[in-house]
């Protein structure tokens, strides 16, 4: 027990930095602070429930062995004392995710410009969902009172019930995503010709998005702007306004207002017509969300062309006489020895630490589509079931329920968040996730990490849980209860056949519902724009570098390249482009000095 708590105390305090770390990573400078220690908090338990699992079955395995009276009465003692904390995580999980996080989300999504009128919004939006579930659930809950006599304690069951199979219907639909596309992303990642040819199909998409989010911005600022020089409104929605536009960054809206100063007022008109207030609100919320998806999309350009450029040095690096790799991407300082490691991680040893990587993930893969083949078949027999064993230690129980669980996890999550549905159904690195955002994703986490840990419990054929006890019976209602949780493996398999053929993306696109889709296929037109935005990137940040180092290309290099960055030979309109690196900074700079000796 003491060797128990000492686990559980280390586990717990990196749990609470891990956590505190990704909501730093991932939140942005903007993100009230309320909002910050809401999501940190759901976060936590949602990530605690993933700990406190394993836990729970070591004591439960080691339940029935008796070995003293004391050890009986502690072994009681902390079952029951697990028991209690999954009630509290999960009460406070559910009250979070089902009322606190959706009036939150609301709130902040909300375009009003009062606390008031903002949670008013708030409350009248999710006050429609919640009426409607409302009825659904009070016609339901007094059939059930009259078929079965509830009591008071069977309706929370219910209650629990029915979250967890909403919980198991998400985890069914995204997990035969992950756990397919987990292994390919790897056994991709160890083929660095592809990998690059995504990366410019990447490059390419992005680059789009960008021209298209600042278009929108634009417009929209256009438009806040142009309410600032109508004469015929009233002061207060001109004043809301040019409380909009200070909000916004400033270069936007200067260029803004020097592309429309020459609009008259019978143009304004015909361009705003009236203007109300519930118009300027309309007005205020496209603009939050434009002005975010803009900077998102300019970080995601960033870092998907620093990304490609790395991939094209890795390429060229292959090719190294000295077996050094030297990048414009990277440090510039890296030193002989770092350079010589970087050559090795990069070119030898990254290919295959992916291939065994996906040949990891795949395996368990397997193992888990395999465990949900047999809970459908309701056979007795379970692959991570052998694992686990009354005589094992805690270290052993932990490692064999750790690993499996937090792929599963992590599966699921990776299916959440490569849904590409703009905004709410995305976190994005570098600070750019706004508090909408990082709500929708703690409403999401909570949901499915009980139902994940139901699941689990099912795979390795364990009973008898203090989780099990504390969620109590969720079968009183059939069609919702016992049976979803054997519908759930049959329906991952199907989803499991449409991913490894990509079935889902197809029909998808078949229908005309592309933002739908998981994944974009590569097609050649655009790999070969990408590799010309690459081109062009590579030559502004390297005449970047040559200026803030107050260098500049010498006169007699400059026949080795235009100022596009293609030498003569080279046709940036035909598409013929050079190798990837060949005429960076390095080797232009290399040339130079060359042909200045000769």
């Given at each position: 027990?003491?060797?128990?708590?000492?686990?559980?105390?280390?586990?717990?305090?990196?749990?609470?930095?891990?956590?505190?770390?990704?909501?730093?990573?991932?939140?942005?400078?903007?993100?009230?602070?309320?909002?910050?220690?809401?999501?940190?908090?759901?976060?936590?338990?949602?990530?605690?429930?993933?700990?406190?699992?394993?836990?729970?079955?070591?004591?439960?395995?080691?339940?029935?062995?008796?070995?003293?009276?004391?050890?009986?009465?502690?072994?009681?003692?902390?079952?029951?004392?697990?028991?209690?904390?999954?009630?509290?995580?999960?009460?406070?999980?559910?009250?979070?995710?089902?009322?606190?996080?959706?009036?939150?989300?609301?709130?902040?999504?909300?375009?009003?410009?009062?606390?008031?009128?903002?949670?008013?919004?708030?409350?009248?939006?999710?006050?429609?969902?919640?009426?409607?579930?409302?009825?659904?659930?009070?016609?339901?809950?007094?059939?059930?009172?009259?078929?079965?006599?509830?009591?008071?304690?069977?309706?929370?069951?219910?209650?629990?019930?029915?979250?967890?199979?909403?919980?198991?219907?998400?985890?069914?639909?995204?997990?035969?995503?992950?756990?397919?596309?987990?292994?390919?992303?790897?056994?991709?990642?160890?083929?660095?010709?592809?990998?690059?040819?995504?990366?410019?199909?990447?490059?390419?998409?992005?680059?789009?998005?960008?021209?298209?989010?600042?278009?929108?911005?634009?417009?929209?600022?256009?438009?806040?702007?142009?309410?600032?020089?109508?004469?015929?409104?009233?002061?207060?929605?001109?004043?809301?306004?040019?409380?909009?536009?200070?909000?916004?960054?400033?270069?936007?809206?200067?260029?803004?207002?020097?592309?429309?100063?020459?609009?008259?007022?019978?143009?304004?008109?015909?361009?705003?017509?009236?203007?109300?207030?519930?118009?300027?609100?309309?007005?205020?919320?496209?603009?939050?969300?434009?002005?975010?998806?803009?900077?998102?999309?300019?970080?995601?350009?960033?870092?998907?062309?620093?990304?490609?450029?790395?991939?094209?040095?890795?390429?060229?690096?292959?090719?190294?006489?000295?077996?050094?790799?030297?990048?414009?991407?990277?440090?510039?300082?890296?030193?002989?020895?770092?350079?010589?490691?970087?050559?090795?991680?990069?070119?030898?040893?990254?290919?295959?630490?992916?291939?065994?990587?996906?040949?990891?993930?795949?395996?368990?893969?397997?193992?888990?589509?395999?465990?949900?083949?047999?809970?459908?078949?309701?056979?007795?027999?379970?692959?991570?079931?052998?694992?686990?064993?009354?005589?094992?230690?805690?270290?052993?129980?932990?490692?064999?329920?750790?690993?499996?669980?937090?792929?599963?996890?992590c599966a699921v999550y990776y299916g959440l968040f490569n849904l590409k549905l703009a905004g709410f159904y995305s976190l994005y690195d570098n600070h750019q996730t706004d508090a909408p955002s990082l709500v929708f994703s703690a409403i999401n986490f909570s949901r499915v990490s009980t139902a994940i840990c139901?699941?689990?419990?099912?795979?390795?054929?364990?009973?008898?849980?203090?989780?099990q006890t504390a969620m109590g019976d969720i079968d009183l209602a059939p069609v919702f209860g016992s049976s979803i949780t054997l519908f759930f493996p049959l329906t991952l398999i199907v989803l499991v056949v449409f991913n490894v053929f990509d079935l889902y993306d197809k029909i998808m696109q078949a229908l005309?519902?592309?933002?739908?889709?998981?994944?974009?296929?590569?097609?050649?037109?655009?790999?070969?724009?990408?590799?010309?935005?690459?081109?062009?990137?590579?030559?502004?940040?390297?005449?970047?570098?040559?200026?803030?180092?107050?260098?500049?290309?010498?006169?007699?290099?400059?026949?080795?390249?235009?100022?596009?960055?293609?030498?003569?030979?080279?046709?940036?309109?035909?598409?013929?482009?050079?190798?990837?690196?060949?005429?960076?900074?390095?080797?232009?700079?290399?040339?130079?000095?060359?042909?200045?000796?000769?």
């Amino acid at each position: 027990h003491d060797r128990m708590l000492l686990f559980t105390s280390v586990v717990v305090f990196l749990v609470v930095f891990i956590t505190g770390y990704l909501l730093y990573k991932y939140s942005s400078s903007e993100v009230p602070l309320y909002v910050f220690f809401l999501v940190y908090l759901t976060w936590l338990l949602c990530f605690c429930v993933v700990v406190l699992l394993p836990i729970d079955v070591y004591y439960t395995l080691h339940r029935g062995k008796d070995k003293g009276p004391e050890h009986n009465l502690k072994n009681k003692l902390a079952c029951e004392t697990i028991g209690s904390i999954w009630l509290v995580v999960y009460w406070t999980t559910f009250v979070m995710t089902w009322i606190v996080l959706p009036l939150i989300q609301e709130y902040e999504d909300a375009g009003e410009f009062s606390f008031k009128e903002r949670m008013r919004r708030s409350i009248w939006n999710n006050g429609i969902i919640y009426g409607i579930f409302a009825v659904i659930g009070l016609i339901f809950v007094g059939y059930l009172w009259l078929r079965k006599h509830l009591e008071w304690n069977d309706i929370l069951n219910l209650i629990a019930g029915l979250s967890n199979s909403f919980g198991l219907t998400l985890v069914m639909l995204l997990l035969g995503y992950g756990l397919v596309e987990i292994p390919k992303y790897y056994f991709f990642r160890s083929n660095q010709e592809m990998s690059l040819k995504y990366l410019q199909f990447s490059v390419a998409l992005v680059d789009e998005k960008k021209a298209e989010a600042a278009l929108q911005v634009d417009e929209l600022l256009k438009r806040a702007y142009l309410v600032t020089r109508k004469v015929d409104i009233p002061y207060h929605l001109k004043h809301l306004c040019d409380s909009i536009l200070k909000r916004c960054p400033a270069d936007l809206v200067s260029h803004n207002k020097s592309s429309v100063s020459f609009i008259n007022q019978r143009e304004i008109e015909n361009e705003l017509g009236d203007v109300t207030y519930e118009k300027v609100v309309a007005l205020n919320k496209l603009i939050k969300r434009g002005v975010a998806d803009l900077r998102r999309a300019n970080c995601l350009w960033e870092s998907t062309v620093e990304r490609a450029l790395l991939f094209e040095e890795i390429i060229e690096s292959k090719h190294a006489y000295d077996q050094k790799f030297r990048s414009a991407v990277l440090k510039d300082d890296l030193g002989l020895l770092c350079e010589s490691c970087t050559w090795l991680w990069y070119v030898k040893i990254q290919r295959v630490v992916c291939l065994l990587a996906a040949i990891v993930f795949a395996a368990l893969s397997f193992i888990v589509i395999s465990g949900e083949i047999l809970i459908f078949t309701q056979s007795q027999f379970s692959p991570l079931g052998l694992l686990l064993d009354k005589d094992e230690s805690l270290l052993q129980v932990q490692i064999f329920c750790l690993i499996p669980l937090v792929y599963i996890t992590c599966a699921v999550y990776y299916g959440l968040f490569n849904l590409k549905l703009a905004g709410f159904y995305s976190l994005y690195d570098n600070h750019q996730t706004d508090a909408p955002s990082l709500v929708f994703s703690a409403i999401n986490f909570s949901r499915v990490s009980t139902a994940i840990c139901y699941n689990f419990l099912q795979l390795i054929k364990m009973e008898g849980t203090a989780f099990q006890t504390a969620m109590g019976d969720i079968d009183l209602a059939p069609v919702f209860g016992s049976s979803i949780t054997l519908f759930f493996p049959l329906t991952l398999i199907v989803l499991v056949v449409f991913n490894v053929f990509d079935l889902y993306d197809k029909i998808m696109q078949a229908l005309g519902l592309q933002r739908f889709m998981f994944t974009q296929h590569i097609s050649n037109p655009k790999i070969l724009e990408g590799k010309k935005l690459l081109v062009r990137a590579r030559a502004h940040r390297e005449k970047n570098f040559l200026m803030a180092n107050n260098r500049s290309i010498p006169a007699y290099a400059t026949r080795f390249t235009k100022l596009s960055g293609f030498p003569e030979q080279y046709d940036e309109e035909k598409g013929v482009v050079p190798p990837p690196g060949t005429f960076g900074i390095k080797k232009i700079l290399a040339n130079a000095v060359e042909n200045k000796k000769s």
